[in-house]
Every structure is written in structure tokens, then in C-alpha cells.
T-cell receptor
Framework: DTGVSQDPRHKITKRGQNVTFRCDPISEHNRLYWYRQTLGQGPEFLTYFQNEAQLEKSRLLSDRFSAERPKGSFSTLEIQRTEQGDSAMYLC????????????FGSGTRLTVV | DQQVKQNSPSLSVQEGRISILNCDYTNSMFDYFLWYKKYPAEGPTFLISISSIKDKNEDGRFTVFLNKSAKHLSLHIVPSQPGDSAVYFCAASPGGSQGNLIFGKGTKLSVKP
């Protein structure tokens, strides 16, 4: 297992289009997180799964955003009707039960909405 | 309202010297603190963590100090190496939450040979 994988690495889309990102966590990690990072800011929490259950959602996650983790393995994050303000780096992370070891982040998907 | 603050956007240190990165927080209910390092075009990499019941944790060249009364933590890197040049993020875990790490804005460390 080589870590957390995210696909695609880069996505350019026109305003109003829908986009979907995929995250494959470390296989033995049952927890999966989505974060968003914009220039000059730290990562901001979006949502969290334990196995297939979505346990926590940030108020940043508007109605246009939806995340799934159907079989408790990979996850998808979909943004509908993209806006220019959605341009950011979308980071996925996974972890085991203990926070002592932190989260393992993927390299992210950079979204540019034009 | 930022709950985790890294007030120094950048820090420059000579190779071999100590790097001290600082972080302040406002929420006394945070129960765990973490430091991450980030290189360009990569995701953040976990460095070291500390529980709120401790005041120091050490891992090789990295030591994190926690001062709960001052709501302040710091990361010491000794000795600093050019490969340590990166953006360092401080993060905190709110008590009772298992998902929501709150990050600071980061400090860009440059270690000069």
C-alpha cells in the first residue's frame, strides 16, 4: 500500500459544470476525511467517514457538495454547478482509530473553475 | 474567528541552528495538537503530536512543547537541515470530535545552507 491516492491530480472545468473526485485511502484505515485548501490558508475540514457512515459535515459543505463512501473503501466528492469560489486544492486523508499518528493525506486534486 | 493561529508567515534559519515554530490557540477544549509539514504539490505530512495532558513530546530532531495556561505550542527542530524547508501547519483536535482537525495558516520555513 503506497498511501492515499487521489484522482485526478488536476481538474479544470467551466463554471456550472459538475465534477467528481476520487480518493483511495490506506486499506487498513477505516476513517476517511475530505479537506479543502485555498492559497495562503491551512486545510479546512469538509467531511468525515467512519467506514461507510458519514459522521460529520462542515457548514462549508453546501448543498452543491456531496460525498460518498459506498463500501467503506474509496470515496468520491462531487461538486455540482461549480462556481469560481470552488477553485481550491481538495485533500483526502485517512487514519486509523488513534489520533496519535495523525492523518495520512493524499497529494490532493487541484480544481480550477474558469 | 481563527481558533488556531500561526502568526509568523515565514521563518528563515541557518543550517545547523534551531528552528522554532509557534502556534497559539483559543479553545481550551482542544485535546490533541499536531504538526504537519507540506512541500509544494504534495499533501501535508504528519510530523509529531501531543496530547493536552502532556507538556512535551520528542521525536528525533523534532520536539513539541505545550503551554496550556498560555494556550501556546511550539515546534523545535534541532539541528535544522535544508530538507526541512517547507510550510509547517499546526492543527488541533476539538474534544469529542473524531474528524475535525482545525489548522492554522502555516509558517514557511527556509533553512539556508
Amino acid at each position: 500500500d503506497t498511501g492515499v491516492s487521489q484522482d485526478p491530480r488536476h481538474k479544470i472545468t467551466k463554471r456550472g459544470q459538475n465534477v467528481t473526485f476520487r480518493c483511495d485511502p490506506i486499506s487498513e484505515h477505516n476513517r476517511l476525511y475530505w479537506y479543502r485548501q485555498t492559497l495562503g490558508q491551512g486545510p479546512e475540514f469538509l467531511t468525515y467517514f467512519q467506514n461507510e457512515a458519514q459522521l460529520e459535515k462542515s457548514r462549508l459543505l453546501s448543498d452543491r457538495f456531496s460525498a460518498e463512501r459506498p463500501k467503506g473503501s474509496f470515496s468520491t466528492l462531487e461538486i455540482q454547478r461549480t462556481e469560481q469560489g470552488d477553485s481550491a486544492m481538495y485533500l483526502c486523508a485517512s487514519s486509523s482509530e488513534s489520533i496519535n499518528y495523525g492523518y495520512t493525506f493524499g497529494s490532493g486534486t487541484r480544481l480550477t473553475v474558469v | 474567528d481563527q481558533q488556531v493561529k500561526q502568526n509568523s508567515p515565514s521563518l528563515s534559519v541557518q543550517e545547523g541552528r534551531i528552528s522554532i515554530l509557534n502556534c497559539d490557540y483559543t479553545n481550551s477544549m482542544f485535546d490533541y495538537f499536531l504538526w504537519y509539514k507540506k512541500y509544494p504539490a504534495e499533501g501535508p505530512t504528519f510530523l509529531i503530536s501531543i496530547s493536552s495532558i502532556k507538556d512535551k513530546n520528542e521525536d528525533g530532531r523534532f520536539t513539541v512543547f505545550l503551554n496550556k495556561s498560555a494556550k501556546h505550542l511550539s515546534l523545535h527542530i534541532v539541528p535544522s537541515q535544508p530538507g526541512d524547508s517547507a510550510v509547517y501547519f499546526c492543527a488541533a483536535s476539538p474534544g469529542g470530535s473524531q474528524g475535525n482537525l482545525i489548522f492554522g495558516k502555516g509558517t514557511k520555513l527556509s533553512v539556508k545552507p
